[in-house]
Protein backbone atom coordinates (compact mmCIF):
# COMPACT_ATOMS: atom_id res chain seq x y z
CA UNK A 1 0.00 0.00 0.00
CA UNK A 2 1.24 3.67 -1.27
CA UNK A 3 1.78 6.32 1.33
CA UNK A 4 -1.90 7.34 2.64
CA UNK A 5 -1.45 11.39 2.13
CA UNK A 6 0.50 13.56 0.12
CA UNK A 7 1.46 16.52 2.97
CA UNK A 8 2.28 15.66 6.35
CA UNK A 9 4.09 16.64 9.62
CA UNK A 10 6.23 14.56 11.16
CA UNK A 11 6.51 14.43 15.21
CA UNK A 12 9.13 12.60 16.40
CA UNK A 13 7.72 11.69 20.22
CA UNK A 14 11.70 10.39 20.82
CA UNK A 15 12.86 13.89 20.67
CA UNK A 16 9.98 15.56 22.53
CA UNK A 17 10.83 12.81 25.71
CA UNK A 18 14.32 14.39 25.37
CA UNK A 19 13.35 17.90 25.17
CA UNK A 20 11.14 17.32 27.79
CA UNK A 21 14.00 15.78 30.18
CA UNK A 22 16.21 18.38 29.22
CA UNK A 23 13.43 20.89 30.21
CA UNK A 24 13.11 18.77 33.66
CA UNK A 25 16.99 19.38 34.27
CA UNK A 26 16.96 22.62 34.11
CA UNK A 27 14.19 23.23 36.08
CA UNK A 28 15.83 21.28 38.98
CA UNK A 29 13.72 19.90 42.31
CA UNK A 30 11.21 21.37 43.38
CA UNK A 31 10.08 22.99 40.23
CA UNK A 32 7.84 20.94 38.00
CA UNK A 33 6.80 21.14 34.11
CA UNK A 34 3.48 22.38 33.19
CA UNK A 35 3.67 21.34 29.38
CA UNK A 36 1.67 24.29 27.05
CA UNK A 37 -0.39 22.80 25.07
CA UNK A 38 -2.23 25.88 23.27
CA UNK A 39 -2.39 26.60 19.45
CA UNK A 40 -2.54 22.11 19.05
CA UNK A 41 0.44 22.32 20.91
CA UNK A 42 2.01 24.48 18.63
CA UNK A 43 0.98 22.39 15.53
CA UNK A 44 2.08 19.26 16.94
CA UNK A 45 -1.37 17.71 18.11
CA UNK A 46 -2.47 18.55 21.26
CA UNK A 47 -4.08 15.47 22.66
CA UNK A 48 -1.45 13.14 21.28
CA UNK A 49 1.28 15.51 22.55
CA UNK A 50 -0.40 15.43 25.83
CA UNK A 51 -0.64 12.16 26.19
CA UNK A 52 2.81 11.85 24.86
CA UNK A 53 4.20 14.15 28.03
CA UNK A 54 1.75 12.41 30.39
CA UNK A 55 3.95 9.03 29.58
CA UNK A 56 7.26 11.05 30.86
CA UNK A 57 5.64 12.33 33.49
CA UNK A 58 4.12 15.70 32.70
CA UNK A 59 1.14 15.95 34.88
CA UNK A 60 -0.09 19.76 33.94
CA UNK A 61 -0.69 21.34 30.42
CA UNK A 62 -1.76 24.99 29.62
CA UNK A 63 -3.80 25.86 26.89
CA UNK A 64 -5.61 29.39 25.98
CA UNK A 65 -9.13 28.66 25.15
CA UNK A 66 -12.46 26.93 26.38
CA UNK A 67 -12.21 24.74 23.28
CA UNK A 68 -8.66 23.55 23.71
CA UNK A 69 -10.03 22.24 27.02
CA UNK A 70 -12.36 20.51 26.08
CA UNK A 71 -10.90 19.00 23.06
CA UNK A 72 -8.22 17.06 25.62
CA UNK A 73 -10.97 16.46 28.30
CA UNK A 74 -13.18 14.44 25.01
CA UNK A 75 -9.84 12.59 24.81
CA UNK A 76 -10.40 11.10 28.18
CA UNK A 77 -7.41 12.89 29.73
CA UNK A 78 -8.15 14.18 33.36
CA UNK A 79 -5.23 15.74 34.24
CA UNK A 80 -5.05 19.57 35.58
CA UNK A 81 -5.34 22.22 32.71
CA UNK A 82 -4.96 25.66 33.00
CA UNK A 83 -6.25 28.27 30.75
CA UNK A 84 -3.73 30.46 30.03
CA UNK A 85 -6.08 33.26 28.27
CA UNK A 86 -9.22 35.50 29.96
CA UNK A 87 -12.29 33.45 29.63
CA UNK A 88 -15.91 35.21 28.90
CA UNK A 89 -18.63 34.94 31.85
CA UNK A 90 -20.82 33.26 29.09
CA UNK A 91 -18.07 30.81 29.19
CA UNK A 92 -17.67 29.85 32.83
CA UNK A 93 -20.33 27.32 33.03
CA UNK A 94 -18.66 25.24 30.44
CA UNK A 95 -15.42 25.43 31.91
CA UNK A 96 -16.69 24.34 35.88
CA UNK A 97 -18.61 21.59 33.56
CA UNK A 98 -14.97 20.29 31.88
CA UNK A 99 -12.89 20.83 35.25
CA UNK A 100 -10.56 23.56 33.75
CA UNK A 101 -9.11 26.08 35.74
CA UNK A 102 -9.13 29.70 34.02
CA UNK A 103 -6.59 32.59 34.54
CA UNK A 104 -9.08 35.04 36.55
CA UNK A 105 -8.25 38.68 35.38
CA UNK A 106 -11.21 40.70 36.53
CA UNK A 107 -14.25 40.36 39.01
CA UNK A 108 -16.76 39.91 36.96
CA UNK A 109 -15.57 36.57 35.52
CA UNK A 110 -14.87 35.71 38.95
CA UNK A 111 -18.15 36.27 40.45
CA UNK A 112 -19.63 34.48 37.07
CA UNK A 113 -17.45 31.54 37.79
CA UNK A 114 -18.37 30.95 41.79
CA UNK A 115 -21.90 31.45 40.74
CA UNK A 116 -20.63 28.18 38.66
CA UNK A 117 -19.09 26.37 40.93
CA UNK A 118 -21.57 26.78 43.31
CA UNK A 119 -24.70 25.89 41.07
CA UNK A 120 -22.90 22.98 40.02
CA UNK A 121 -21.71 21.58 43.19
CA UNK A 122 -17.88 21.50 42.20
CA UNK A 123 -15.19 23.50 43.15
CA UNK A 124 -13.48 25.24 40.75
CA UNK A 125 -9.77 26.08 40.73
CA UNK A 126 -8.63 29.25 39.14
CA UNK A 127 -5.10 30.98 38.75
CA UNK A 128 -4.61 35.00 38.66
CA UNK A 129 -2.08 37.03 36.61
CA UNK A 130 0.15 39.36 38.29
CA UNK A 131 0.87 41.92 35.40
CA UNK A 132 4.15 42.90 36.45
CA UNK A 133 5.74 44.41 32.96
CA UNK A 134 4.01 41.76 30.19
CA UNK A 135 1.62 44.62 29.52
CA UNK A 136 -0.84 41.79 28.21
CA UNK A 137 -3.56 40.46 30.52
CA UNK A 138 -4.08 40.05 34.21
CA UNK A 139 -3.80 42.13 37.40
CA UNK A 140 -1.36 44.82 38.09
CA UNK A 141 0.75 44.12 40.97
CA UNK A 142 -0.16 47.75 42.67
CA UNK A 143 -4.02 46.08 42.67
CA UNK A 144 -3.15 42.35 43.02
CA UNK A 145 -3.66 42.18 46.98
CA UNK A 146 -7.07 44.22 47.00
CA UNK A 147 -7.97 41.61 44.13
CA UNK A 148 -6.59 38.47 45.50
CA UNK A 149 -8.43 39.50 48.71
CA UNK A 150 -11.63 39.28 47.02
CA UNK A 151 -10.96 36.26 44.90
CA UNK A 152 -10.57 34.12 47.74
CA UNK A 153 -13.65 35.16 49.53
CA UNK A 154 -15.88 33.80 46.72
CA UNK A 155 -17.53 30.91 47.25
CA UNK A 156 -16.89 28.04 45.17
CA UNK A 157 -13.65 29.09 44.42
CA UNK A 158 -10.12 27.73 45.12
CA UNK A 159 -7.07 29.98 43.96
CA UNK A 160 -4.72 27.13 42.46
CA UNK A 161 -1.73 29.60 41.82
CA UNK A 162 -0.48 33.02 40.91
CA UNK A 163 1.75 33.99 38.54
CA UNK A 164 3.29 35.99 35.67
CA UNK A 165 4.97 36.44 32.57
CA UNK A 166 8.48 37.84 30.93
CA UNK A 167 7.74 39.67 27.87
CA UNK A 168 12.00 39.75 27.48
CA UNK A 169 13.57 36.90 28.94
CA UNK A 170 15.28 35.97 25.53
CA UNK A 171 16.72 39.83 25.74
CA UNK A 172 20.11 40.18 25.69
CA UNK A 173 19.86 42.71 29.18
CA UNK A 174 17.77 40.84 31.87
CA UNK A 175 17.54 44.05 34.20
CA UNK A 176 13.84 43.95 33.08
CA UNK A 177 13.00 39.86 33.99
CA UNK A 178 14.74 40.13 36.94
CA UNK A 179 12.82 43.34 38.17
CA UNK A 180 9.65 41.39 37.48
CA UNK A 181 11.17 38.81 39.15
CA UNK A 182 12.18 40.14 42.51
CA UNK A 183 8.15 42.51 42.08
CA UNK A 184 6.66 39.04 41.97
CA UNK A 185 8.31 37.05 44.64
CA UNK A 186 8.09 40.34 46.85
CA UNK A 187 4.34 40.50 45.99
CA UNK A 188 4.01 36.37 47.65
CA UNK A 189 5.82 37.39 50.77
CA UNK A 190 3.19 40.23 51.02
CA UNK A 191 0.36 38.05 50.62
CA UNK A 192 1.55 35.12 52.49
CA UNK A 193 1.86 37.97 55.79
CA UNK A 194 -2.08 38.87 54.89
CA UNK A 195 -2.80 35.01 54.55
CA UNK A 196 -3.27 34.56 51.33
CA UNK A 197 -0.76 31.43 50.26
CA UNK A 198 -1.37 30.01 46.87
CA UNK A 199 -0.34 26.46 46.43
CA UNK A 200 1.98 27.33 43.16
CA UNK A 201 3.99 30.01 42.29
CA UNK A 202 4.83 30.84 38.94
CA UNK A 203 6.66 32.88 36.53
CA UNK A 204 9.53 31.37 33.96
CA UNK A 205 8.58 30.46 30.64
CA UNK A 206 10.71 28.41 28.08
CA UNK A 207 13.38 31.86 27.79
CA UNK A 208 12.34 32.42 31.97
CA UNK A 209 13.86 28.53 32.70
CA UNK A 210 16.86 28.83 30.65
CA UNK A 211 17.79 32.51 31.46
CA UNK A 212 16.47 32.98 35.15
CA UNK A 213 17.26 30.66 37.40
CA UNK A 214 15.47 32.59 40.14
CA UNK A 215 12.31 32.48 38.32
CA UNK A 216 12.04 28.69 38.95
CA UNK A 217 9.19 28.79 41.49
CA UNK A 218 6.39 25.44 41.09
CA UNK A 219 5.95 25.62 38.06
CA UNK A 220 8.12 26.36 34.39
CA UNK A 221 5.58 26.55 31.71
CA UNK A 222 7.26 25.18 28.69
CA UNK A 223 6.14 25.55 25.15
CA UNK A 224 9.09 26.89 22.83
CA UNK A 225 11.97 24.56 24.65
CA UNK A 226 9.82 21.03 24.59
CA UNK A 227 9.34 21.41 20.82
CA UNK A 228 12.92 21.43 20.18
CA UNK A 229 13.88 25.36 20.21
CA UNK A 230 16.07 27.13 23.54
CA UNK A 231 15.44 30.53 23.43
CA UNK A 232 17.76 33.38 22.01
CA UNK A 233 20.39 34.02 24.15
CA UNK A 234 20.54 31.53 25.97
CA UNK A 235 22.80 31.90 29.38
CA UNK A 236 22.97 27.87 29.56
CA UNK A 237 23.83 25.27 27.85
CA UNK A 238 20.58 23.95 26.43
CA UNK A 239 20.21 20.20 24.51
CA UNK A 240 17.34 20.07 22.78
CA UNK A 241 16.38 19.32 19.18
CA UNK A 242 13.12 20.12 16.78
CA UNK A 243 10.16 17.68 17.00
CA UNK A 244 8.57 18.64 14.00
CA UNK A 245 9.52 18.61 10.54
CA UNK A 246 7.10 19.13 7.87
CA UNK A 247 7.02 17.48 4.37
CA UNK A 248 5.30 17.05 1.28
CA UNK A 249 5.70 14.88 -2.21
CA UNK A 250 5.66 15.82 -6.15
CA UNK A 251 2.08 15.49 -7.34
CA UNK A 252 3.32 16.38 -11.27
CA UNK A 253 6.71 17.06 -13.09
CA UNK A 254 6.70 18.91 -16.03
CA UNK A 255 8.78 19.86 -18.63
CA UNK A 256 7.89 24.17 -19.69
CA UNK A 257 9.63 25.79 -22.60
CA UNK A 258 11.20 29.27 -22.25
CA UNK A 259 9.11 31.98 -21.84
CA UNK A 260 6.36 29.91 -20.38
CA UNK A 261 4.61 31.62 -17.00
CA UNK A 262 4.32 29.90 -13.88
CA UNK A 263 1.49 30.72 -11.29
CA UNK A 264 -0.85 33.59 -10.55
CA UNK A 265 -0.15 37.06 -11.31
CA UNK A 266 2.64 35.50 -13.64
CA UNK A 267 5.58 36.65 -11.64
CA UNK A 268 8.02 33.94 -12.95
CA UNK A 269 8.79 33.71 -16.72
CA UNK A 270 10.80 30.91 -17.38
CA UNK A 271 14.31 31.99 -19.18
CA UNK A 272 15.18 29.17 -20.54
CA UNK A 273 13.56 24.97 -20.78
CA UNK A 274 12.92 24.10 -17.30
CA UNK A 275 12.06 20.49 -14.99
CA UNK A 276 9.55 22.12 -13.03
CA UNK A 277 7.88 19.80 -9.86
CA UNK A 278 4.44 20.20 -8.44
CA UNK A 279 4.23 20.03 -4.94
CA UNK A 280 0.94 19.22 -3.05
CA UNK A 281 1.64 21.63 -0.73
CA UNK A 282 -0.02 25.67 -0.48
CA UNK A 283 -1.20 27.98 1.88
CA UNK A 284 -4.06 26.53 2.83
CA UNK A 285 -1.79 23.54 4.63
CA UNK A 286 -0.07 26.53 6.56
CA UNK A 287 3.09 26.67 3.74
CA UNK A 288 2.87 30.62 3.71
CA UNK A 289 2.29 32.86 0.35
CA UNK A 290 5.34 34.82 1.54
CA UNK A 291 7.62 32.08 0.63
CA UNK A 292 6.45 33.10 -2.88
CA UNK A 293 9.43 32.95 -5.23
CA UNK A 294 11.57 32.89 -1.99
CA UNK A 295 11.27 29.83 -0.38
CA UNK A 296 13.82 26.56 -0.59
CA UNK A 297 13.11 23.39 -0.58
CA UNK A 298 14.77 19.80 -0.24
CA UNK A 299 13.63 17.45 -3.08
CA UNK A 300 16.56 14.74 -3.89
CA UNK A 301 18.69 15.58 -1.18
CA UNK A 302 19.10 19.23 -2.98
CA UNK A 303 17.49 22.59 -2.26
CA UNK A 304 15.34 23.22 -4.82
CA UNK A 305 13.73 27.20 -4.62
CA UNK A 306 10.30 28.13 -5.30
CA UNK A 307 8.92 29.92 -8.36
CA UNK A 308 6.96 32.20 -8.82
CA UNK A 309 3.25 32.40 -6.29
CA UNK A 310 2.38 29.75 -3.53
CA UNK A 311 -1.34 28.74 -4.63
CA UNK A 312 -4.09 27.31 -1.52
CA UNK A 313 -3.30 23.69 -2.31
CA UNK A 314 0.14 23.75 -4.50
CA UNK A 315 3.60 25.23 -5.08
CA UNK A 316 6.20 25.13 -8.00
CA UNK A 317 9.81 24.40 -7.92
CA UNK A 318 12.72 24.68 -10.01
CA UNK A 319 14.44 20.83 -9.96
CA UNK A 320 17.24 21.89 -11.90
CA UNK A 321 19.24 20.80 -8.86
CA UNK A 322 17.23 17.36 -8.35
CA UNK A 323 17.05 15.89 -12.57
CA UNK A 324 15.62 12.45 -11.30
CA UNK A 325 13.10 13.88 -9.24
CA UNK A 326 9.56 12.09 -10.07
CA UNK A 327 6.06 12.11 -9.02
CA UNK A 328 5.73 10.79 -5.97
CA UNK A 329 9.05 11.71 -4.15
CA UNK A 330 9.37 13.79 -1.08
CA UNK A 331 9.27 16.88 -0.61
CA UNK A 332 10.73 18.54 2.62
CA UNK A 333 9.45 21.92 3.34
CA UNK A 334 11.39 22.30 6.94
CA UNK A 335 13.66 19.61 8.39
CA UNK A 336 16.46 17.35 6.77
CA UNK A 337 16.89 14.74 4.05
CA UNK A 338 19.76 13.05 4.00
CA UNK A 339 22.82 15.40 5.03
CA UNK A 340 20.53 18.59 3.54
CA UNK A 341 18.71 20.56 5.99
CA UNK A 342 16.13 23.50 5.45
CA UNK A 343 15.64 24.60 8.85
CA UNK A 344 12.23 26.55 10.63
CA UNK A 345 14.36 29.01 11.10
CA UNK A 346 14.99 29.95 7.88
CA UNK A 347 11.61 29.50 6.53
CA UNK A 348 10.43 32.14 9.24
CA UNK A 349 13.46 34.93 8.11
CA UNK A 350 11.88 34.28 4.90
CA UNK A 351 8.62 34.94 5.96
CA UNK A 352 9.73 38.05 8.30
CA UNK A 353 8.10 36.30 11.30
CA UNK A 354 8.55 33.57 13.86
CA UNK A 355 9.35 30.06 14.22
CA UNK A 356 5.97 29.71 16.35
CA UNK A 357 3.81 31.49 13.73
CA UNK A 358 5.27 28.69 11.13
CA UNK A 359 4.47 26.13 13.36
CA UNK A 360 1.17 27.42 14.52
CA UNK A 361 -0.54 28.06 11.42
CA UNK A 362 -0.15 24.38 9.72
CA UNK A 363 -2.86 23.30 9.34
CA UNK A 364 -5.44 20.22 10.15
CA UNK A 365 -5.97 19.02 6.74
CA UNK A 366 -1.97 18.19 7.14
CA UNK A 367 -1.74 14.52 8.41
CA UNK A 368 0.65 14.10 11.92
CA UNK A 369 2.68 11.01 11.69
CA UNK A 370 3.97 10.58 15.17
CA UNK A 371 7.30 8.69 15.15
CA UNK A 372 9.26 6.36 17.66
CA UNK A 373 12.22 4.50 17.34
CA UNK A 374 12.79 6.22 14.02
CA UNK A 375 9.02 4.35 12.65
CA UNK A 376 5.39 5.54 12.87
CA UNK A 377 3.52 4.76 15.52
CA UNK A 378 0.61 6.76 14.61
CA UNK A 379 -0.70 8.78 11.62
CA UNK A 380 -3.73 11.26 12.62
CA UNK A 381 -5.93 12.50 9.53
CA UNK A 382 -8.39 14.85 8.99
CA UNK A 383 -10.68 12.16 8.69
CA UNK A 384 -9.15 10.38 11.89
CA UNK A 385 -6.83 7.51 11.81
CA UNK A 386 -6.12 3.87 10.41
CA UNK A 387 -3.67 1.00 11.36
CA UNK A 388 -3.83 0.38 7.83
CA UNK A 389 -2.58 3.74 6.88
CA UNK A 390 0.52 3.94 9.98
CA UNK A 391 1.22 0.48 7.97
CA UNK A 392 1.71 2.30 4.78
CA UNK A 393 3.55 4.89 6.27
CA UNK A 394 6.32 2.52 7.56
CA UNK A 395 6.69 0.81 4.17
CA UNK A 396 7.26 4.96 2.90
CA UNK A 397 9.59 4.99 5.98
CA UNK A 398 11.37 1.79 4.65
CA UNK A 399 11.78 2.82 1.33
CA UNK A 400 13.15 6.13 1.95
CA UNK A 401 15.67 4.54 4.18
CA UNK A 402 16.54 2.59 1.41
CA UNK A 403 16.75 5.43 -1.09
CA UNK A 404 18.88 7.47 1.01
CA UNK A 405 21.23 4.38 1.36
CA UNK A 406 21.26 4.18 -1.79
CA UNK A 407 22.51 7.49 -2.78
CA UNK A 408 25.20 7.58 -0.13
CA UNK A 409 26.65 4.78 -2.01
CA UNK A 410 26.97 6.52 -5.70
Known sequence: MHMPVSTWVEVDLDQFARNLGEARRLAGPGCDILLVAKADAYGHGAVDMVQAAQE???GHFGVATLHEGIEIRRAGIAAPLVVLSPLLPSEAGEAVAHDLAPSVCDLEFARALSREAQQQGRPARCHVEIDTGMGRIGVREERAEGFLREIVALPGLRLASIYTHFPDADAEDLAFARGQTERFRALAETLARVGIRPP??????SAGLVNLPEARFDWARVGLLAYGYPPANARARVDVGPVMSFKSRLVQVRDLPAGASISYGR???????????VVAVGYGHGYSWLLSGQGQMLVGGARVPVLGRVTMDLTMVDLAGAPHAAVGDEVVLFGSQGEARVGIEE???WCRTLHYEIMCTIGKRVTRIYVRGARPAKVVTLVGEREAWTHAAADHFRAREQALTAARRR
Open 347 to 349: VAA
Open 56 to 58: EGV
Open 267 to 277: TFTAPRPMKVG
Open 200 to 205: RLHAAN
